[in-house]
């Protein structure tokens, strides 16, 4: 069955560095996938959506690529602050439906 | 502006009752709805999704159920809870994409369910 893997401890960063998180995935051929924040509490909102002929995407201060081969997507905030704090999962989707990871604990401090 | 509506926010029922939630979504039309379910410092689990009224695909055997009455409401439903029911359930709603799938989710609130 679909497996889908992210960091199941936490990343502490430092303020102003540069958070990498990573989405492995096995036994799947996703169409396209989404990363998501979640805060403690809340439903997850969407950041970021990149289709599986998409190496990479940008916004602001986020970057995802996606490595069909790999079968990986790494997820980037550059110049972190304590703001971006949260639990970020990537989702794997394919027509309609969409899978989610357990998610990566973020932690930045200042 | 897009709206979606989950209620209760917070319930805590017995073992071997009934279960209802609701999920209502403002704005759209013909979304794709889901029910998604978060056991505690866990991911998401998918429950369920619908393309259109009374069409519901069910991703995890289990005791629970799901309808689509209405274009824009969701109903998720147990005639007896278990213990393995408690978590965080989570209704979201998406434009359906077309061949590309459907787009981002919109989450609600969620509902919090505690079986005792």
């Known amino acids: 069955s679909q497996k889908i893997e992210q960091n199941s401890e936490a990343l502490n960063i430092q303020e102003g560095k540069t958070a990498t998180l990573t989405c492995n995935y096995t036994?799947?051929?996703?169409?396209?996938l989404q990363w998501y924040r979640q805060d403690p509490g809340r439903g997850p909102v969407f950041l970021l959506l990149?289709?599986?002929?998409?190496k990479e995407k940008r916004k602001e201060r986020l970057k995802v690529t996606f490595d069909t081969t790999l079968k990986q997507s790494l997820f980037h905030i550059t110049a972190s602050q304590p703001a971006d704090s949260a639990t970020y999962l990537c989702a794997l989707g394919r027509g309609n439906k969409l899978v989610f990871g357990a998610g990566t604990i973020l932690r930045v401090k200042s | 502006s897009q709206t979606i509506h989950q209620w209760p926010a917070t319930l805590v029922q017995p073992v071997g009752s009934p279960l209802s939630l609701e999920c209502t979504v403002e704005g759209t039309s013909n979304p794709n709805l889901y029910w998604y379910r978060q056991a505690a410092g866990r991911g998401l689990q998918l429950l369920f999704y619908?393309?259109?009224?009374?069409?519901i695909s069910s991703e995890v055997p289990q005791n629970l159920s799901a309808s689509r009455p209405q274009d824009r409401q969701f109903i998720l439903s147990s005639k007896k809870l278990l213990l393995s029911d408690s978590g965080f359930y989570l209704c979201a709603w998406s434009v359906p994409a077309g061949g590309a799938g459907t787009g981002e989710l919109f989450f609600g609130e969620g509902s919090r369910l505690t079986v005792l």
């Open positions: 619908s393309v259109g009224i009374g069409q």
């Open positions: 036994n799947y051929s996703p169409a396209y």
């Open positions: 990149i289709r599986e002929n998409e």
